[in-house]
């Protein structure tokens, strides 16, 4: 059973920055995709940052050049680097990732984190 384990939240003042981690356990074939989404009260549950298929990355519009998506692939890990935070980033975070599973294959499968609270204070 493959699990997503979330660490890094809390509260950060603008200005500062914060790590968001994210690791899947389990046994892991392949990923297809793997990154973080958020939702904040009353709004719907948004991309952050994702690595593609092709290994690229896709940065929703408000957090380009403010936070860095990174990747560990020998620890199945993926990060998300936010710096300089404003109050409007104040929302769970999400890990996500489709991927294949010893359980799962040959499909992919979608899997979340169980999210991690960050308060950006002004």
């Known amino acids: 059973q493959v699990q997503l384990v979330e660490s890094g939240g809390g509260l950060v003042q603008t200005g500062g920055s914060l790590r968001l981690s994210c690791e899947a356990s389990?046994?892991?074939?392949?990923?297809?995709?793997m990154g973080w989404y958020r939702q904040a009260p009353g709004k719907q549950r948004e991309l952050v940052a994702i690595f593609t298929p092709s290994g690229g990355k896709n940065y929703e519009s408000s957090v380009k050049g403010r936070f860095t998506i990174s990747r560990d692939q020998g620890k199945n890990a993926v990060y998300l680097q936010m710096n300089n935070p404003d109050p409007a980033d104040t929302s769970v975070y999400y890990c996500y990732a489709r991927l294949m599973s010893i359980s799962t294959a040959p499909r992919w499968a979608d899997y979340w984190g169980q999210g991690t609270q960050v308060t950006v204070s002004s």
């Open positions: 389990g046994s892991v074939v392949s990923f297809n995709n």
